[in-house]
């Protein structure tokens, strides 16, 4: 008798891990791929981004109305300021930590085509308000641009800033400090990887020098500083 009870004990055990097994198996099956996704992790962002904005340039045009040297140099004496729309294109990689479903952190570096070429290193704090189908996020982006790592020489150097010529000269476009808050939706692909839409607000210093240097070992030196201010549209991909 007490054999018996204890293989009918035994048996209903049996049956009952099985069925636990295939409703596992059940719902292993009927997880999307939205449900599948890591809650922590490294994470990586490749973007691309246009950065709108007004630019002003000033300086002198040539002043027709006066003489010519015999070599066609035309003298600068008429000022004039102009202004229009600028578009820089703009490529970063990121790549951090998923702390939860809301906060993640990284470091990425890029680079950015504006009237020259700046080289972004920067740090970025991301939340997401709901992790679903449609997620929106916001994001904090800070650190340097770096510049020309040296400087140019010009036999004819034209500026948009004092003195706006200079002949046989160098010209060094230095970075500063940058700031990019950003906004955006992103939509998963499957689980592993989510498509970025981003809206952001960038905030650049920048800083340029032209040198002349003379045989008695003298030298003239300008400097000129400017705050860049962009409007940014960008598209990504995120993988985790």
């Not at 004496?77 to 790549?95: Q, R, W």
């Not at 449609?134 to 800070?142: H, M, Q, R, T, Y």
Request: with cysteine.
């Amino acid at each position: 008798m007490k054999k018996t009870t204890v293989i009918i004990i035994m048996l209903f055990l049996n049956l009952g891990s099985f069925a636990q097994y295939n409703e596992d198996i059940y719902n292993d099956l009927n997880k999307t791929d939205f449900d599948k996704r890591k809650e922590k992790g490294y994470y990586s962002v490749m973007q691309v981004s246009l950065l709108l904005g007004n630019s002003q340039s000033s300086g002198y045009r040539p002043n027709h109305s006066c003489d010519y040297s015999y070599d066609y140099n035309y003298i600068y004496n008429y000022p004039y300021t102009c202004t229009k729309l600028m578009l820089a294109p703009s490529f970063t990689i990121t790549n951090g930590y998923v702390f939860n479903k809301h906060w993640a952190a990284g470091a990425g570096v890029g680079f950015e085509i504006f009237d020259h070429n700046l080289f972004p290193l920067f740090a970025e704090l991301r939340y997401t308000l709901w992790d679903s189908k449609i997620s929106p996020f916001v994001a904090l982006k800070g650190g340097y641009s770096f510049g020309n790592f040296k400087a140019k020489h010009y036999d004819d150097l034209y500026l948009n800033w004092t003195p706006y010529y200079v002949n046989d000269a160098s010209l060094r476009h230095y970075g500063g400090i940058m700031l990019n808050p950003e906004i955006g939706v992103k939509v998963p692909l499957n689980e592993n990887c989510d498509l970025l839409f981003t809206v952001a607000y960038r905030h650049q210093k920048t800083k340029s020098i032209a040198r002349k240097d003379y045989e008695s070992k003298q030298f003239d030196e300008w400097e000129h500083k400017e705050d860049l201010n962009r409007i940014s549209l960008g598209i990504a991909i995120m993988f985790r």
